[in-house]
């Protein structure tokens, strides 16, 4: 499931994006690839220092053992997640191509059921499987520039148990200055 949740963060990149006919070939499924080839020419972001901040707004677990509930409620209470992070100019021009590649590394399958991109907002569903993990559908909606971006993301995942989990965060991106060097 943690992979399947790496691939979807890799995905927020697109809030910068700007394109609504994401799927080349028209097999009614936009693949990584189509979405990275979509996305080369569009917004990038401007290398620099980052401050990432990811906020689990909520998680439900049904049938889950109170133990697993007790660990959800722990990460819930935490507060949000910070880190900084230096996104080099060789980095920031490679832009979503590369993501979309990181993602579908270690056995992760994921693509679009829709891409809506335009003026710097993003409306998309994402859908992932991982052997041995389960898969996710997603919902992400939000905003980028050149600078920073915002997205909601709602992940209803199912374990290859047959655990169900539902899981919305709240993900923002702000460019804070150079990278040191």
Not at 22 to 29: F, I, K, L, Q, S
Not at 152 to 173: E, F, L, R, V, Y
């Amino acid at each position: 499931m943690r992979r399947i949740l790496l691939a979807a963060s890799a995905s927020l990149a697109l809030a910068a994006c700007g394109s609504s006919s994401a799927d080349a070939d028209g097999d009614g499924e936009i693949s990584m690839e189509e979405a990275a080839a979509k996305s080369k020419d569009l917004v990038k972001p401007q290398p620099g220092k980052y401050r990432a901040t990811v906020e689990m707004v909520s998680i439900d677990m049904p049938g889950a053992s109170e133990q697993v509930k007790n660990v959800m409620r722990q990460m819930m209470d935490q507060g949000p997640q910070i880190h900084e992070y230096c996104l080099s100019a060789e980095d920031a021009e490679k832009g979503f191509e590369e993501m979309a590649k990181q993602s579908q590394q270690n056995g992760n399958n994921c693509s679009f059921e829709k891409f809506d991109a335009d003026g710097g907002e993003i409306d998309a569903i994402m859908n992932c499987s991982a052997p041995g993990d389960g898969s996710a559908r997603m919902t992400m909606k939000g905003t980028g520039s050149e600078t920073s971006s915002q997205m909601t993301m709602t992940m209803d995942a199912t374990g290859p148990g047959g655990q169900t989990m539902k899981m919305t965060m709240k993900n923002s991106q702000e460019r804070i200055g150079d990278c040191d060097a």
